[in-house]
């Protein structure tokens, strides 16, 4: 890399020092999440818009850069539904979740594990970083049993699965040496059976194995909004309960939400859903005062 600079922009004073202003802004967060793990569940907007995707990689590979070690977990459902459209495989939905028949399930691996996975792994790496794909079926890294809906024991979702146990071991192996895990959401069951599982449930699962000190949520909503559309954050689990009691959360953020609640109930100090149709959203709320997004935490935060 070249060390000449760009001398233009240093002789507009002005941008050099809200250049400087910006770095040390920065340096409490920085030195704050040295050391520490950030697990980011990467989805929507920003894994299917080419220049959201290039500065979500710079994002990651500067965290890993500065001392942070951060674990990617990827979704794919549209991925996965233009695959299943062009094989002719007609998908059915229950409650909102994709039934997984064999069939399906056989496109579910091709498509996270390969072609998703190893796109974001190649990207990341061509800017400067060094990443390896897992599936959850590496080293058994996500024990799965099937998921079953509640109050509806006899319907049947097929290969989708829940979180049974996560073997971090080889996770804090590639992270002792540099390597950002980027994982796909599919498990595996003692007997070999591969399961689709949430991106969400999968991240939040993750985050409390490693005793991440953030999760971060990428989702294509500013976070968390109250009646009015205003955006909320610092949440606690008290304050959520009120706002699905009265009705303000509801439908698809639900779950969701439950994913955070369960993080932060098992030690993760904190969860941000955030909206990753920003550029540059995972550095905008590391390292920045105002932060992005609804922050959920604990009661001692």
């Known amino acids: 890399m070249s060390d000449v600079k760009d001398t233009n922009a240093l002789a507009d004073g002005r941008s050099a020092a809200e250049t400087a202003q910006v770095l040390n802004e920065a340096l409490p967060y920085l030195q704050r999440y040295t050391g520490q793990t950030v ?15 290039r500065s ?40 909102g979740m994709r039934v997984t028949d064999a069939a399906t399930m056989e496109v579910v691996e091709m498509v996270l594990g390969g072609l998703v996975n190893k796109n ?52 804090n192996r ?15 069951d003692k007997q070999g059976a591969s399961y689709n599982i949430n991106a969400d449930l999968v991240a939040s699962s993750i985050a409390i194995a490693l005793n991440a000190s953030r999760l971060l949520l990428l989702t294509n909503t500013p976070g968390i909004l109250d009646s009015q559309g205003e955006l909320l954050t610092g949440l606690t689990p008290s304050a959520i309960a009120a706002l699905i009691n009265d009705g303000t959360l509801h439908g698809g953020m639900l779950p969701k939400v439950q994913c955070a609640l369960d993080a932060v109930a098992a030690g993760v100090r904190s969860v941000v859903i955030i909206d990753g149709r920003v550029e540059h959203a995972v550095l905008l709320e590391l390292f920045t005062d105002q932060g992005m997004g609804t922050l959920i935490h604990d009661n001692q935060i």
């Open 120 to 171: 974001i792994v190649s990207l990341l790496n061509q800017v400067g970083g060094r990443a390896i794909g897992l599936t959850g079926k590496d080293a058994s890294l996500i024990e799965a049993t099937p998921m079953h809906l509640p109050g509806k024991p006899e319907v049947s979702l097929g290969y989708v699965g829940e979180v049974v146990n996560i073997r971090t071991g080889v996770l």
């Open 56 to 95: 979500f990689a710079q994002n990651v590979v500067m965290m890993k850069q500065v001392g942070i070690n951060p674990v990617v977990v990827h979704g794919g459902g549209p991925q996965i539904g233009q695959m299943l459209n062009r094989l002719a495989i007609e998908s059915q939905f229950i409650d």
């Open 174 to 188: 590639l992270m002792d040496n540099d390597i950002i895990p980027v994982i796909a959401p599919i498990g595996t």
């Open 39 to 53: 697990v980011i569940k990467y989805g929507g907007n920003a894994m299917t818009d080419e220049k959201l995707q």
